[in-house]
């Protein structure tokens, strides 16, 4: 049996690493603040169904993008506002991610979990910034990361002597657009001590694959979903969307908001039969 840390986030509301499957969720980006608030909303609610727990995510800024045209977000200011007036609202937890040291005070004044994007996952400085604030840090292991990598990176995090962090699978470069799930990535960073969080939307993502922007393959999600939960996964983070087709960016590998439901039943249905 793996012995992970049991993450909180939010006093509380929001755990990973404990004996439900938690869920992450939201919007590739914050778009307006009507949107953001009723998809939250919804999203808690078949959450809340489900005995999930449950935080909300949109990014403020997308800062890697496949070309200097791609859709980044309002920004952090905009953004963080948005976010801010959801959390108020709603009462749910919020996670976003943060590209710079500058960026991360102000963050931490809204998000209840600090999102270090995957590309960033070695960046030393952004890692002890994010685990000085005291709140968990879940860190997106890096496209071109070996899994038992992510253990320097976590080690970064505590040094702060704030060991709240979790790990994110995102996949790993495969090359020509192509990304690549390896299995054996979750019980080796579970073995790490840490609660571990498969994005399914993003592993199934093709990088710069539509030239100026990233293409996806949103067929796969299940199936690769339904692998990593059979493999032994903590949570799951899906960036889900009421029209994908029309979403500013990562349209093309994020869920339809009507299925979520079904694939949320389905990941239940295996935690059981396979946790700890």
């Known amino acids: 049996m793996t012995e992970v840390k049991v993450v909180e986030a939010a006093e509380g509301l929001f755990t990973i690493g404990g004996e ?3 869920l992450i969720a939201g ?3 914050v778009e307006d603040e009507a949107f953001t608030r009723t998809l939250a909303e919804r999203i808690a609610e078949i959450a809340g169904e489900l005995g999930m727990p449950y935080c909300f995510k949109a990014s403020y800024d997308k800062a890697n993008r496949s070309s200097v045209t791609g859709a980044r977000g309002p920004g952090w200011e905009e953004g963080l506002q948005t976010l801010a007036a959801m959390a108020e609202a709603t009462g749910l937890p919020v996670l976003t991610d943060v590209h710079e040291t ?10 209840d979990v600090l999102q270090i994007p995957a590309f960033l996952c070695r960046q030393t400085d952004l890692l002890v910034a994010a685990g000085e604030t005291g709140k968990p840090v879940n860190i997106k292991k890096g496209q071109f990361a070996a899994p038992g990598d992510m253990g320097n990176a976590a080690a970064k995090v505590a040094s702060t002597g704030n060991d709240q962090v979790v790990f994110t699978e995102r996949g790993t470069t495969f090359g020509y657009h192509n990304l690549v799930v390896d299995m054996r990535s979750f019980p080796i960073m579970r073995g790490l001590g840490y609660p571990v969080i498969f994005d399914a939307t993003h592993s199934v993502q093709l990088p710069a ?3 100026s922007c990233s293409g996806g393959q949103r067929e796969y999600v299940f199936p690769l979903l339904r692998a990593a939960v059979a493999a032994g996964v903590d949570g799951l ?10 979403a500013p960016c990562d349209g093309p ?6 299925e979520l439901k079904g694939v949320l039943e ?3 249905r295996l935690h059981e039969v396979v946790r700890d």
């Open 237 to 246: 983070f899906l960036e889900v969307h009421p029209d994908p087709d029309q």
């Open 253 to 258: 590998n994020m869920l339809p908001l009507e």
């Open 102 to 111: 500058s960026q991360v005070p102000a963050v931490a004044q809204v998000a």
């Open 20 to 22: 439900k499957l938690a």
């Open 27 to 29: 919007p590739c980006v």
């Open 266 to 268: 389905v990941a239940l």
């Open 209 to 211: 694959g539509q030239g």
